[in-house]
């Protein structure tokens, strides 16, 4: 069954600096992948997709994320943090013939000043 | 924004009694979800929905029921609310977008329901 693994469930880094959010997911076949923000007391937001176009996929507000096979992986990063960036980030996986999304736990990103 | 509205958004109710949560689109999308946010426990699927009276049970189904007579409502019922139900219920929706067959899925705002 597809699952999926996002490491950490708090990071925490200062405004300014490199944002690097990990997912990793369980495929034989590329599938579909997205990232999602939660901002609090809101829904959630599509903020970039995988759909095998290109590996390196740019999403809203200067984040953007990597699709790498041999690694199974699709982590999330931003050059630059801001303090509006804190919020909750869920990475979710989507089989091929599947309509339905396997969800991470989610990682809530903290952003110090 | 994808037009998604759930009402209410806000609920206080007590145990026993049951409760309605509604979910209303206009992108005419034939999926239709609901999920439950619980702290520690991230997204879980309570139902789903692929077509008007087209529904299935997710991961946690057990004390809730759905329907769907329309394309564009999708509501959830708590049959008897217990204290365990208390959570932010979330309404999405999908379908075929463009050709990258991706089938995103869009959020509304929530409802938080709280059972005293």
């Known amino acids: 069954a597809q699952s999926v693994t996002q490491l950490g469930s708090h990071v925490s880094v200062s405004e300014g600096a490199l944002v690097l959010l990990r997912c990793n997911y369980s495929?034989?076949?590329?599938?579909?992948l997205f990232w999602y923000v939660q901002y609090p007391n809101q829904g959630l937001q599509l903020l970039l997709k995988?759909?095998?176009?290109a590996t390196l996929v740019k999403g809203i507000n200067g984040f953007e994320a990597e699709f790498k096979k041999s690694e199974t992986s699709f982590h999330l990063t931003k050059p630059s943090a801001h303090m509006s960036d804190a919020a909750e980030y869920f990475c979710a996986v989507r089989s091929r013939g599947n309509y339905q999304l396997i969800w991470g736990a989610g990682t809530k990103l903290i952003i110090k000043p | 924004d994808a037009g998604i509205t759930q009402s209410p958004r806000h609920k206080v109710t007590e145990t026993g009694t049951p409760v309605t949560l509604r979910c209303h689109q206009t992108?005419?999308?034939?999926?239709m979800y609901w999920y439950r946010q619980d702290p520690g426990h991230g997204l879980r699927l309570i139902h789903y929905s692929y077509g008007v009276k087209d529904t299935d049970k997710g991961e946690v189904s057990d004390g809730y029921s759905v329907s769907r007579s329309k394309t564009e409502d999708f509501l959830l019922t708590l049959e008897s609310a217990t204290s365990s139900q208390t959570s932010v219920y979330f309404c999405?929706?999908?379908?075929?977008?463009?050709?990258?067959?991706?089938?995103?899925?869009?959020f509304g705002p929530g409802t938080r329901l709280t059972v005293t």
């Open positions: 992108e005419n999308h034939r999926y």
């Open positions: 495929s034989s076949v590329p599938p579909y």
């Open positions: 995988y759909t095998s176009a």
């Open positions: 999405a929706i999908s379908d075929l977008m463009g050709t990258a067959s991706s089938y995103e899925q869009y």
